[in-house]
């Protein structure tokens, strides 16, 4: 090989490997999922397929998902989003949460509400109240966000989200219509 070349090789391989270790987060990320406690993580079609909230999906629609979603990996203790208390507000998070493993709880009104891949709560949307209150993991976990214009596409083209959606729908409406001194 020529010297000049291996010079060119020499100068230019730092930049190379720099460029291929960085991984920024997507720039339409809210802040909050963009905190060093999240990054990006790769949805592989064979695990979707066996997590509750995909579980009656065709191969086609899972690979669609996949297609139309983010996937993070997240620390315990991670703010994965907020509720500013303005759910239908344009600048609110309206995309939707799906726990693909570990855990996480709600933190409203000074109480945490934990929730499993397979519990009611395994899915989340910051419009499912007007109050304010956080999503926050509760141990090493893998979160999906699905932003809304997609979602509403899934759920127009059948995708089987229904019992899960309705369970999550009950479960949120007990938990923020409460009276503070029934929430425990």
Same mark, same amino acid.
């Given at each position: 090989?020529?010297?000049?070349?291996?010079?060119?090789?020499? @100068?230019?391989?730092?930049?190379?490997? =720099?460029?291929?270790?960085?991984?920024?987060?997507?720039?339409?990320?809210?802040?909050?999922?963009?905190?060093?406690?999240?990054?990006?993580?790769?949805?592989?079609?064979?695990?979707?397929?066996?997590?509750?909230?995909?579980? *009656?999906?065709?191969?086609?629609?899972?690979?669609?998902?996949?297609?139309?979603?983010?996937?993070?990996? =997240?620390?315990?203790?991670? @703010? @994965?989003?907020?509720?500013?208390?303005? =759910?239908?507000?344009? *600048?609110?998070?309206?995309?939707?949460?799906?726990?693909?493993?570990?855990?996480?709880?709600?933190?409203?009104?000074?109480?945490?509400?934990?929730?499993?891949? =397979?519990?009611?709560?395994?899915?989340?949307?910051?419009?499912?109240?007007?109050?304010?209150?956080?999503?926050?993991?509760?141990?090493?976990?893998?979160?999906?966000?699905?932003?809304?214009?997609?979602?509403?596409?899934?759920?127009?083209?059948?995708?089987?989200?229904?019992?899960?959606?309705?369970?999550?729908?009950?479960?949120?409406?007990?938990?923020?219509?409460?009276?503070?001194?029934? @929430?425990?």
């Amino acid at each position: 090989m020529k010297p000049s070349i291996l010079v060119a090789c020499a @100068v230019l391989l730092p930049f190379l490997i =720099a460029a291929c270790d960085a991984k920024p987060p997507s720039p339409d990320a809210p802040a909050a999922t963009r905190s060093t406690n999240m990054k990006p993580s790769v949805t592989y079609l064979h695990l979707l397929k066996h997590t509750p909230f995909f579980t *009656s999906l065709t191969t086609e629609q899972l690979r669609w998902v996949i297609a139309h979603s983010h996937e993070w990996e =997240a620390q315990s203790g991670t @703010v @994965v989003t907020q509720c500013d208390g303005n =759910a239908h507000h344009t *600048s609110s998070d309206h995309g939707m949460w799906i726990l693909l493993d570990g855990g996480w709880q709600i933190e409203y009104r000074q109480q945490s509400y934990p929730a499993g891949h =397979a519990s009611a709560g395994k899915w989340f949307s910051a419009t499912v109240t007007d109050q304010s209150c956080r999503l926050v993991t509760t141990e090493h976990s893998y979160v999906m966000k699905i932003e809304r214009t997609d979602f509403d596409v899934m759920l127009e083209q059948g995708f089987a989200f229904d019992s899960h959606l309705d369970a999550g729908r009950r479960y949120y409406s007990e938990l923020f219509t409460a009276p503070a001194d029934l @929430v425990k």
